[in-house]
C-alpha cells in the first residue's frame, strides 16, 4: 500500500479515532484526561470500569479505527481475508510480532478468551464483531456523531471528554443499545 500524503494520513486517522471513541462510548467506556488526540502522541485513552471490559467492547472498539477510516474512503487492504486473518492468528500464536494493528490486537484478545478456539472459530468471532461494529459505527445518528467528532479533532488536533460528549446529537443523548445478534 502506497504511504498516504500527511493530510490524508491526518484526515483518515481523525475518523477512525472518532470511530474509536464513538464505539468505546457506546459499551460504557469515556476518554481518561488525555483524551482523544490526533497529533503527536496521536491516539485515544480510555477509562473504564474493568466490568466494562468485555471482550465485546474491546474488540469493537479496536475495530472501530479500520471501519471509521475505511467510511470515509480509506482503503484499509491488509487483514480482509480469512486468508490474511489465518496467517494472523498463526502470528500471534507463534509469539511473532509481525503484525500490530488494531486487528492483531483484537484477534489476541479473542483469543485470550478462547484459548482452545480452532482458526475458523476465532475468524467466526472477528466477523461477528466486525458486523457489529459496522452497524455501529454506520448507524446515522452514530456516524454524524463521528463526523462531528472528526471536523473538531481536524480543526483542534486534540479532545477532552467533555467537548466529545457535547458534539453528541440530541438523538444519542439516551443510552444507545445495538443489538449484536
Not at 14 to 38: D, I, K, M, Q, S
Amino acid at each position: 500500500m502506497t504511504p498516504l500524503p500527511a493530510d490524508r494520513f491526518r484526515y483518515f486517522s481523525a475518523y477512525g479515532e472518532a470511530a474509536c471513541v464513538a464505539t468505546a462510548y457506546v459499551h460504557g467506556w469515556y476518554l481518561n484526561p488525555r483524551g482523544v488526540r490526533l497529533d503527536g502522541d496521536c491516539g485515544s485513552y480510555f477509562r473504564l470500569r474493568m466490568i466494562d471490559n468485555t471482550e465485546q467492547a474491546h474488540v469493537c472498539m479496536l475495530l472501530a479505527f479500520r471501519i471509521g477510516a475505511e467510511r470515509a474512503g480509506c482503503a484499509i487492504n491488509d487483514l480482509l481475508t480469512d486468508e490474511s486473518l489465518a496467517e494472523c492468528i498463526e502470528d500471534v500464536r507463534s509469539g511473532s510480532d509481525q503484525y500490530d494493528d488494531s486487528a492483531t490486537k483484537a484477534v489476541r484478545r479473542i483469543m485470550c478468551e478462547r484459548p482452545f478456539a480452532s482458526d475458523q472459530q476465532i475468524i467466526e468471532v472477528f466477523r461477528f464483531y466486525q458486523t457489529a461494529t459496522q452497524r455501529i459505527v454506520g448507524s446515522p445518528g452514530m456516524w454524524a456523531w463521528v463526523e462531528s467528532i472528526t471536523a473538531a479533532l481536524l480543526k483542534k488536533g486534540q479532545l477532552c471528554d467533555r467537548e466529545v460528549t457535547a458534539l453528541k446529537p440530541l438523538l444519542l443523548l439516551m443510552p444507545l443499545s445495538v443489538e449484536l445478534s
